[in-house]
């Protein structure tokens, strides 16, 4: 078997196999039904099931969804050590999903599919494998990657789940192993981190769209967050 990449649609018809490879399905339209070892429930885009070599499984989905599906011979490191059979992927896997469709529905290249395969496996490698989560914490961390300039108050973020500020602290905790406020922190360094390497832009314009007006206070929390000021990771 060869490592490979394909666009699928699943059957309402249950019918349980298995395989003597890993399997990773990634939804981009639709969910997907699924029952695997001691797991059964919904994955949805945004997230990943794995199916690893001989787990006896089955899917069910509306004729209309759409998956990307991965065969592999070997699985990355993190997935391997995990516990968890589904989690959530990161925006930039998420985004690549929609390109692996378009090129592979537009023609037969060999070389660019093995690239794609090559890439995904590398974004799959990169994930932090957060379990799946509420879908109250979803819609927050959804409005948190998409506004991260923004200031956001606990009682703002809390009214998006429908939850007390009290119980969205203890929820999103509980489920993301950090609080709401070092969840954002650590998406604007990362950001901020991503553009000083891959762009020219001035540090000031950096702190700016990371969401600091203030660019004292981004250098400070830039090198707490790194153990380096800002100064010292753009090119």
Known sequence: MQNTLSIRSYSRQKVKHSHDFHQVVLPLRGVIHLEIDDYKGKVAPGECV????????QFTAETQARFVVADLTELPKNI???????FTINAPLLHFLSFVEAQL??????????????TLFALLGEQRLIKQIDKRL????????????KVMPIEALAEIACLS???????????????????????????AQALLIHTDYPTQ??????GYSDYTAFSRRFTQHFGLPPSKISN
């Open 50 to 57: 794995v199916i690893t070599a001989h787990s006896l499984h």
């Open 165 to 191: 500020p009290t119980q969205f602290k203890k929820l999103f905790k509980a489920q993301l192993g950090i609080t709401p406020m070092q969840y954002l922190i650590k998406l604007r360094m990362e950001k």
């Open 205 to 210: 314009i950096i702190a700016e769209q990371v």
């Open 80 to 86: 391997t050590t995990s516990q968890s059979s589904v």
């Open 105 to 118: 529905q537009h023609q037969v290249n060999t070389e660019l599919e093995h690239m794609c395969f090559n």
């Open 138 to 149: 979803k819609s927050v961390i959804e409005h948190i990657d998409a506004h991260i300039t």
